[in-house]
């Protein structure tokens, strides 16, 4: 599985952007996908994920109630809409898919797309 992050860009604190990871393959509907972010000098940390179906997501304190995560399997691809926006989302982020029981860091990455929120 390849996956290919995008959407990233530079916005104002209290907008919205919608992050796309693309994946290859097939068996895609199979996976598990997560999205996690990394600011400059911070550990990665994890923001969202949703399993095969998106009936079943999960998130992080810090941006419940402000991000979705949706996948749609036809089209391969998992997204991320991110609204209300602070400066503290400022960070690369990354989208793993693994499949179930796998540990997302042992999974497949994407590259990553950067996110700048300015105040």
């Known amino acids: 599985v390849q996956l290919q992050a995008s959407g990233g860009g530079l916005v104002q604190a209290g907008g919205s952007l919608r992050l796309s990871c693309v994946a290859s393959?097939?068996?895609?509907?199979?996976?598990?996908v997560a999205w996690f972010r990394q600011a400059p000098g911070k550990e990665r940390e994890f923001v969202a994920a949703?399993?095969?179906?998106?009936?079943?997501?999960s998130y992080a304190d810090s941006v419940k109630g402000r991000f979705t995560i949706s996948r749609d399997n036809a089209k391969n691809t998992v997204y991320l809409q991110m609204n209300s926006l602070k400066p503290e989302d400022t960070a690369g982020y990354y989208c793993?898919?693994?499949?179930?029981?796998?540990?997302?860091?042992?999974?497949?990455w994407g590259q990553g797309t950067l996110v700048t929120v300015s105040s």
């Open positions: 393959g097939r068996t895609f509907s199979s996976y598990a």
């Open positions: 949703v399993r095969t179906t998106s009936d079943s997501t």
């Open positions: 793993s898919a693994a499949r179930a029981g796998v540990p997302y860091e042992l999974g497949y």
